[in-house]
């Protein structure tokens, strides 16, 4: 049998084909990455949207199938010698696969007919869909609309079907398509979906529209001057739900709240947030103001203070603070937290010690490390068990 790209593959002719036997007719490697080339398949390879599938060569995984120079390379978890070889599809990843993409031709034939926006792309994504539609903006009543439309073809259980047409067949036929690849030659591949959508198409499909079961729309953004819409169908939909009710469960629990009360809950607590946040920060502000000025209050040379349960971050403040008024004075200002152990070195202008040489003698006094310009120094200390002798130090630079 042929493997150039006129061939048709078993994926093509029974989309529901699960095992095959098969012979691996060439073997080779692609950065690293060995593969092998059969002579026929059931395993789709990445196009149109509809993203490769995996399977299994005898007992090694299939990772990636793509289409190469007229080929079809399965590229394998461990290499393989040719010859004969069982080939099976992993069936729940295809028939996933299946279901969205004959969804997507669902979607885009009812958004085109009944809205006149026509799709511009289909991504079918790990978790979600998206089609983009050449509308600018989508109304919530048009949404609902669309869905609803789509859901009643999708119930109405309609044949889906594939078949090849000649060149002139194609001519005559009134076919959707975002047009064939340049230099094509040969037969067309044609999927029809009864009644709603005839379109040129080289993926795999559901044989009856009942098989996509349901589809729900999730949320638009706008993109390139069209909207993108998000989606997701079949067994997706019931996944995704379960994931809803679990998070929901979860939330409710933290705040003690039924599922219909949780924004509300949620919006009182942000805004309690805020005004508690906004309340600590006065509080931050007049204790910093409070601290530089007992600071300032104190003799002349050396001055210290330390502040239980505060950051570097907040040491800081009093260090400018505290510095724009220090004269000749100099403060070592630590803090503790569960955050570590910090101190700061602030000098008023007048100082006589140098912060960028005293500094980090202090800091190594203190067992830790740090860095800073001109008038300041910080860091943060292995412990402050050293103080006394941090102090007696900067004493002694005074003298
Ligand atoms: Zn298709």
Known sequence: MSTQDSQIHSYERDPYLRDLQVDIIRIGEEDGRPFAVLDDTILYPEGGGQPADHGWLDEVRIVD????????????????????ARLSLDWERRYDHMQQHTAQHVLTAIAADRFGWQTTSFHLGERSCDIEVDAAALSETDLRALEEATMETIQAGLPVGGRRVSPEEYAQL?????????????????????????????????????????????????MRGGTRLHWVAAGRVRRR??????????????????????????????????????????????LIDQAAEGLAARGDGVVEAHFKGMDGAFLQKIARRFADSAGSRIALLTAASDKGNFFVLAAGEDCPIDVGVAGPELAEILGGRGGGSGQFFQGKAGSLEKRGAALAFLQEQLV
């Open 241 to 286: 739900l379960a994931e809803h009710e679990s998070r929901t469960d979860a939330l409710r629990g933290l705040f003690e709240t039924s599922a219909e009360e949780l924004v509300s809950a949620a919006t009182t607590r942000l805004d309690e947030l805020k005004d508690a946040m906004r309340r600590m920060r006065a509080f931050e502000s007049s």
């Open 174 to 222: 009134d076919v959707r398509t975002r047009g064939l690849p340049e230099g094509h030659c040969g037969d067309i591949r044609l999927v029809e979906v009864q009644g709603t959508d005839l379109n040129t198409c080289g993926g795999t499909h559901v044989r009856s529209t009942a098989e996509i079961g349901s589809i729900k729309l999730l949320r638009t953004e706008p």
């Open 65 to 84: 199938v793509q289409r190469v120079e007229q080929t079809i390379r399965h590229y394998l978890e461990s290499p393989l010698p040719a010859g004969p």
